[in-house]
Each structure stands twice: as structure tokens, then as C-alpha cells.
């Protein structure tokens, strides 16, 4: 069952107030959660890109959770879910330990997934995995569904070979990141205008030898052709936030994958770069109401 064991969370931090912790096999989740009061409430997962949380959600979570029961979770290796070993770490292996968490909470299919960046690539591969139950909804912001650009490359590729990706390594980074600026100039490339204490979150986050762990691990197990492949079938609705400044999913390389894979997709184009539901909350929010308000009525799933 659900504990609030939040000792390893630094205080403060982003809807503390809503966090909680549950063990699964190896995994000790850290996940934050808002159950409405009406049963009517459709329900809404939260999934974070690589290198970030639940913080993400911090100016998001709180305003669905007005209409909506809300889940936004730490991805294994990421934020403060821990325990994660290094092969847990491919994005279909983490959409099962997803589904596993999801199932635990009596929340099986969640009516609506939002993923941001690698997020959504993770939302795909959750809903791959019961073609029969998927959501009626998904949201990708800056969805990374095309190969890792150029500033990717220069920033983190070295990070991912099999001799930077090991806990050796990790230990190192864990040291040295604080003072090598590198977190400021990895937030400068997003072309996203965050404020000071959203910059000291993921500085947080890049002190935790888990997290650097996580992170490195997680981006160089993506395998994006075959997700793509494999989504293209995938019932449901889908509308995509694709921001014009992005240098790390360009617009122009995304928009044709887009159109390609998911030809009855919405395509919301906007001004702002990789962390734009971050530093635009509302117009992100305005994003996902509207497309919330495009579905049917109908009974909604069951949540306990």
C-alpha cells in the first residue's frame, strides 16, 4: 500500500503535499497524486521527459487536479523513485514497471496520458502494451519522436557510451556538475525562460547519483523507428504541442515524423522552446482543457 516515507524528497519541493512512496518488486516509487472527490472525474497521468520529475507538473498538476484525478510520476532512475537496475531503464521496460504502478493503484488506464519530450514516447509504449484498454486521450509536448539533435549530441552524447553510463561515472558527475555550470548551459539550449527556482529543482535533481544514473541510462536505451512503427495504429485521440524555438526537437524535422505516424493528430504550434509547459504553464493548460473537452461523454474508468 501507499506510505509517505518522503525523507529522501529535499524540502521544499514542488507539491510535496500530494507525494508518496510504494515499493514494487525493486522499485520504490516516488509519485504524486490527486484523487477528486467524483467518481464522473476522469483521470489524467503525468509523465515527465528524461533528466526531470515530477516537478515538472508544478504549476500543472495542481490546476487539473481541480476537475481531475491527477498522477504525475518520478520515472525509474529519475527524481525519487529509486532502485531502478540498469535494464529497467528501456523505454518499454519502463512503460511495464508503469503499468505495474498504474495496476497497484486500481488505475489501470488512465482516460487521458500527457507526456512531455521522452514522456511521450514512454506514453506510447504504456499504451502498447493493452491494445484493447488504451486512453481516450494523449497529449505530446515537444514529443521527442525524431533522432537527438545536434545540442543533444554535443551536451549528453558523450555521456551515453558504455563507459560514461556506468555508477562509476555517475559518482563523478554527482560531484562535479555543481560546479562545472553544465546544469545552466543543459537549461540555456532548451531556449526556455525558467525562473530561478525552477533552474535550483533540476540542479537538485543533478546532485542524486541516482538521477544522473537514471537519466543517462534511460536516453541511450531509446530505440524511437520502432516505437514509431508500432504506434502508428494506436486508437484514441492525439494532439501534439510542437514549440517553434526548440532546438531539441526542431519543429522541422518533427512536424513530417508527425504527419507521417499520426496523421489525425492535432498540431498545436507555438513560440517557446524544450520546456515550454514549464516556463507556460497556462497556455499549456489551455492546451489540455481544450483538447480535454473534445472527447465524448461516457462513463469513466474506475478508480479506487
Not at 551515453?160 to 563523478?172: D, E, L, V
Not at 522552446?273 to 461516457?298: C, D, R, V
Request: glycine share 4%; charged share 10%; with cysteine.
Amino acid at each position: 500500500m501507499p506510505n509517505s516515507d518522503l525523507s529522501r524528497l529535499p524540502e521544499p519541493w514542488p507539491n510535496k503535499n500530494l507525494s508518496k512512496t510504494l515499493s514494487i518488486n525493486n522499485l520504490d516509487w516516488h509519485y504524486q497524486i490527486s484523487i477528486h472527490p467524483s467518481t464522473a472525474a476522469k483521470s489524467i497521468l503525468l509523465i515527465h521527459g528524461t533528466g526531470s520529475s515530477c516537478h515538472s507538473w508544478e504549476n500543472i498538476l495542481p490546476i487539473l487536479a481541480q476537475k481531475y484525478t491527477v498522477i504525475a510520476v518520478d520515472l525509474p532512475g529519475h527524481g525519487y523513485t529509486t532502485g531502478a537496475l540498469k535494464e529497467q531503464l528501456h523505454i518499454q521496460e519502463v512503460a511495464k514497471e508503469l503499468q505495474a504502478l498504474l495496476i497497484k493503484l486500481h488505475l489501470h488506464t488512465p482516460n487521458v496520458i500527457i507526456g512531455h519530450s521522452a514522456g511521450t514516447n514512454c506514453a506510447l509504449a504504456l499504451a502498447l502494451l493493452d491494445r484493447s484498454n488504451q486512453p481516450e486521450l494523449m497529449i505530446g509536448l515537444n514529443p521527442s519522436l525524431i533522432s537527438p539533435p545536434s545540442l543533444y549530441n554535443f551536451f549528453i552524447g558523450p555521456l551515453i557510451n558504455p563507459i560514461f553510463t556506468s555508477t562509476m561515472m555517475a559518482h563523478f558527475l554527482a560531484n562535479s556538475i555543481p560546479i562545472t555550470g553544465m546544469i545552466d548551459k543543459l537549461l540555456n539550449s532548451t531556449n526556455s525562460d525558467l525562473t530561478t527556482s525552477q533552474r535550483l529543482q533540476y540542479k537538485t535533481l543533478f546532485k542524486q547519483i541516482n538521477h544522473i544514473h537514471g537519466s543517462m541510462n534511460f536516453m541511450a536505451a531509446s530505440n524511437i523507428p520502432e516505437l514509431l512503427s508500432a504506434s502508428a495504429n494506436l486508437k484514441g485521440l492525439m494532439t501534439f504541442l510542437v514549440a517553434e524555438n526548440d532546438p531539441w526537437v526542431p519543429q522541422t524535422s518533427l512536424q513530417p515524423i508527425i504527419q507521417n505516424y499520426f496523421p489525425k493528430a492535432t498540431v498545436i504550434v507555438k513560440p517557446g522552446g524544450h520546456l515550454f509547459h514549464e516556463a507556460n504553464p497556462k497556455e499549456t493548460l489551455q492546451i489540455i482543457q481544450s483538447a480535454i473537452q473534445q472527447l465524448p461523454s461516457k462513463p469513466v474508468k474506475e478508480y479506487a
